[in-house]
């Protein structure tokens, strides 16, 4: 049992020493990922205006809405 909780205190400790030197590394903010252009309104006018935003789940499926739907959501079928 002494041998088990000496191993246990091991452990904690690394993990406490770990954690201590990870706080003293330099913080460096995370790049923002690189966003697609947003389309602009003559690119919008010349679809067709039954066009679908074709936007894909998870699933595979694809949102009914209207190209450039202004809803958050997507609706799949």
């Given amino acids: 049992m002494d041998n088990l909780r ?4 091991a ?4 993990a406490q020493a770990r954690a201590a030197q990870s706080t003293k590394s330099p913080a ?3 790049k923002a990922p690189a966003r697609a252009a ?3 309104a003559p690119t919008l006018a010349a679809e067709p205006e039954d066009a679908l935003c074709g936007h894909r789940a998870i699933s ?5 809405r209207e190209a450039g739907h202004a809803a958050k959501s997507h609706r799949y079928s």
């Fill in 38 to 40: 947003e389309p602009t």
């Fill in 60 to 64: 595979g499926r694809t949102c009914t």
């Fill in 28 to 30: 460096v903010p995370p």
């Fill in 11 to 14: 452990r904690y400790e690394q």
């Fill in 6 to 9: 000496a191993m246990r205190e």
